[in-house]
């Protein structure tokens, strides 16, 4: 049961138009989103986050937007470079207890190859 | 700042054979968790733990073991390596639940 999914394994964009990922989860429970870019043969490195109580967050060329109705989130970067080419993963957090204690999890999408073309 | 080490880098096993991963991270963060990473299954949680000497299970925990004796270092251990364990290891740190979680380079095992 996968909650949290990129239906698209890839993306093909050219450099200085706009990069759009997607994002669908099904549980109503997270409350904070966060998207990961991982390169070759390294571990994914946080790009950036943003609550449910905001529906947008923006980082320079980074833009997270988050539609809390249609359990939707979207990372758009503009403009595209080749270096952002990578594989970019959404993870979403919902907090459950442990031992007395609230815990933030994070469940992963399976990722999205985005090729940025010069 | 080295920030988070994996130790080995590469590994091949022969099923049946035992390992541990070691995990080291010197952000002083209380979190550590160890998924793996599988073509079309995204990152997966392994085990996770909230401080020094506690650890509890993620999402796939069946045939590993952890432990977090120091609270920098988190080892998984695998008792007897089977195919099915063959995938890229990755250990990650953060410092609350909410913090965003910084991941090592990551170590990718082979079972035979």
């Known amino acids: 049961d996968q909650q949290v999914k990129q239906n698209s394994p890839s993306l093909s964009v050219q450099e200085g138009r706009i990069s759009i990922l997607n994002c669908d989860y099904t549980?109503?429970?997270?409350?904070?989103f966060l998207w990961y870019k991982k390169y070759p043969a390294e571990g994914p490195t946080f790009l950036i986050s943003?609550?449910?109580?905001?529906d947008k967050n923006e980082d320079g060329r980074f833009t997270v937007f988050l539609n809390k109705s249609a359990k939707h989130l979207s990372l758009h970067i503009v403009p595209s470079q080749p270096g952002d080419s990578a594989v970019y993963f959404c993870?979403?957090?919902?907090?459950?207890?442990?031992?007395?204690?609230?815990?933030?999890?994070?469940?992963f999408g399976q990722g999205t190859i985005l090729t940025v073309h010069p | 700042n080295a920030g988070v080490t994996q130790t080995p880098k590469f590994r091949v096993l022969k099923t049946g054979q035992s390992m541990t991963l070691l995990c080291a991270q010197d952000?002083?963060?209380?979190?550590m968790y160890w998924y793996r990473q599988d073509p079309g299954m995204g990152l997966r949680l392994i085990h996770y733990?909230?401080?020094?000497?506690?650890?509890a299970k993620g999402e796939v925990p069946d045939g590993y073991n952890v432990s977090r004796l120091k609270k920098q270092n988190f080892l998984l251990g695998l008792e007897s390596a089977a195919p099915s364990q063959t995938s890229v290891y990755f250990c990650?740190?953060?410092?609350?639940?909410?913090?965003?979680?910084?991941f090592g380079p990551g170590t990718r095992l082979t079972v035979l």
């Open positions: 990650a740190s953060s410092h609350g639940q909410y913090n965003e979680q910084f």
């Open positions: 549980n109503s429970m997270f409350d904070y």
């Open positions: 943003i609550s449910s109580i905001k």
């Open positions: 993870a979403a957090s919902s907090r459950f207890q442990a031992g007395g204690t609230s815990y933030g999890k994070l469940t």
């Open positions: 952000m002083n963060h209380e979190y």
């Open positions: 733990s909230v401080g020094e000497g506690t650890t």
